[in-house]
């Protein structure tokens, strides 16, 4: 499942929402904002994203996923628009019968997202703003 | 025939607007669009390099043969996580 | 911090109670016990522990992670006792500054907790029980 | 010397106890204490190929010389997670 949102993100909810029938492993990763970027103060971010084509991205990975590896049920969630920092912008979680697949199966997802998937990431600092990788 | 060019981020900013609509010949290939995009806004030019195209949300290069209301998404690096 | 339980396992618990202070990561990984070992039906599982023993292991592995990888917290949970089918028997999370350091440790603490850490597992099948590995 | 034993899991449930206390000479190493548990509870034998021993909670090689009161757990392979 997939959700990219402007709302709050917790593990609690994806972890619940994920089915875990026969499963003997959940792994579940969190992508906090930190507070400082090389040393420079980061006082807010805030995420773009070109929706419906990252929805597509995103259901792809997920697909390629279930090929890949033998899991059970994956979600990944995004949060979009201003994110503080120590908040919570992605979520991945993962159930699967044995714990290998959960964890290559994150990585993956987590390296093809930054790479492949249209969002972007301004970041705040105290006197200025840049969009990350531009 | 008519293409909608979408901008985001950096590329959004320069521009000062999230879209444009150009009027471009029927044999237009992603590569005019870039040509026709770098003269009507040159601040943009110099991030093309960096920049992927994506046509009706799907990656294509610049070979790509567009059609009347195609969407061309600029795409500037992914920074999402 | 390390847990050695005959209490019912909660992620929630054990992530809220990891310190995250300037982590971008956070991961948690869930064992979870399964309904069927090599085709035959598990009605229960109990787990037994040396367990002064396994809290100085469990002690030691976590001195190692911090001298091997840049991780700020993490907490590992091993239920004892008594574990019916579909409860959680570990957990282990990780807060880091980058995600590859959590990804690393966890992997480390269960490869080496499996192998190494006096606990053993019994499995109680329809007609039969029998302790696994022995 | 007195030297007490500790049985876990299969071992335990073999011999029917969690502990035994044994009285031995002085000079004895790890590997006295095995012989002697393997006349006493000859049904835990045949395990001690894949039994590790620790000696107050360290794990030792069978070589190891003991001292007065030492606990030595006798430690079939784990199979926590």
Redesign the interface.
């Known amino acids: 499942m997939i959700y990219i949102t402007e709302n709050i993100l917790t593990t609690n909810k994806y972890t619940q929402e994920l089915s875990k029938e026969f499963c003997g492993s959940i792994l579940v990763f969190e992508?906090i904002t930190r507070e400082y970027t090389d040393g420079q103060k980061v006082t807010k971010l805030e995420?773009?994203?070109?929706e419906?084509?990252?929805k597509?991205m995103l259901e792809e990975i997920e697909k390629e996923i279930f090929e890949k590896w033998e899991i059970h049920d994956i979600i990944i969630a995004?949060r979009i628009g201003i994110v503080d920092i120590g908040e919570t912008?992605?979520v991945v979680s993962v159930s699967s019968p044995h714990r290998q697949a959960s964890f290559d199966a994150i990585q993956y997802v987590?390296n093809r997202?930054?790479?492949?998937?249209?969002?972007?990431?301004?970041e705040f600092f105290e006197n200025s703003a840049?969009?990350?990788?531009? | 025939m008519k293409i909608n060019i979408?901008l985001?981020?950096?590329l959004?900013?320069i521009a000062q607007q999230s879209s444009l609509q150009l009027d471009v010949p029927e044999t237009a290939i992603v590569s005019d669009i870039i040509d026709i995009v770098k003269k009507e806004i040159p601040d943009i030019a110099p991030?093309f390099k960096?920049i992927m195209i994506?046509v009706n949300?799907i990656y294509v290069e610049n070979s790509f043969k567009l059609n009347n209301n195609d969407e061309v998404?600029l795409?500037?690096?992914?920074?999402?996580?």
Chains 1, 3 share one sequence.
């Open positions: 992508g995420y773009e994203c070109y419906p084509m990252a597509i995004h912008s992605l987590i997202l930054k790479k492949d998937v249209p969002i972007w990431k301004k840049s969009w990350v990788n531009s | 979408l985001f981020a950096n959004k900013e991030h960096s994506a949300m998404a795409i500037p690096p992914a920074s999402g996580g």
